[in-house]
T-cell receptor
């Protein structure tokens, strides 16, 4: 079985501050990990993915995430928050050849001016 | 590449009525997925097609739900005898078998269902 836990349903940062959104996964086999962003009344947009290879992955809009197997984590970071980053962020996992993605419950990011 | 398209964007219906949603995947994507997202939660997997074959169904997909992909292109999701608990955003995603096991799914904007 696979699962995802996102710590913190709401995160608030000031514009220009570091963004850190936490994701821990559970999987008995090597996982594929994803971060998606969702703006109000819209679908999900892929930010970045880890499948194999380099454990530090870079995505769109200046976001990056690091796969840490020993910590079963895949935290999302951005050095400097922008007002346009305000949205809901979802971490997801697929593993063991399953096609279905298992999502976390999401983290709503607020960016204060 | 026009992205995943879903229709309608919003549907309001009365309890007990049947509703049908349509999803058009990215052209040449042979895998298609349906998810349901309730307020404040992440999407939950409902079902998955490879070409026209429905290969996996979640326990969430009760007998009132049926999905089809008759020609391996667009898909429909029908909910019969809707209940208030069916109110949610229904998301469609597609991916290409050419990715191998990487399973990179691209999502549509969703259909928001409100059951009164």
């Amino acid at each position: 079985a696979q699962s995802v836990t996102q710590l913190g349903s709401h995160v608030s940062v000031s514009e220009g501050a570091l963004v850190l959104l936490r994701c821990n996964y559970s999987s008995s086999v090597p996982p594929y990990l994803f971060w998606y962003v969702q703006y109000p009344n819209q679908g999900l947009q892929l930010l970045l993915k880890y499948t194999t290879g380099a454990t530090l992955v870079k995505g769109i809009n200046g976001f990056e995430a690091e796969f840490k197997k020993s910590e079963t984590s895949f935290h999302l970071t951005k050095p400097s928050a922008h007002m346009s980053d305000a949205a809901e962020y979802f971490c997801a996992v697929s593993a063991g050849g399953r096609r279905a993605l298992t999502f976390g419950s999401g983290t709503r990011l607020q960016v204060q001016p | 590449d026009t992205g995943v398209s879903q229709d309608p964007r919003h549907k309001i219906t009365k309890r007990g009525q049947n509703v049908t949603f349509r999803c058009d995947p990215i052209s040449e994507h042979n895998r298609l997925y349906w998810y349901r997202q309730t307020l404040g939660q992440g999407p939950e997997f409902l079902t998955y097609f490879q070409n026209e074959a429905q290969l996996e169904k979640s326990r969430l997909l009760s007998d009132r739900f049926s999905a089809e992909r008759p020609k391996g292109s667009f898909s429909t999701l029908e909910i019969q005898r809707t209940e208030q608990g069916d109110s949610a955003m229904y998301l469609c995603a597609s991916s290409s078998a050419g990715q191998g096991r990487k399973n990179i799914q691209y999502f549509g904007a969703g259909t928001r269902l409100s059951v009164l």
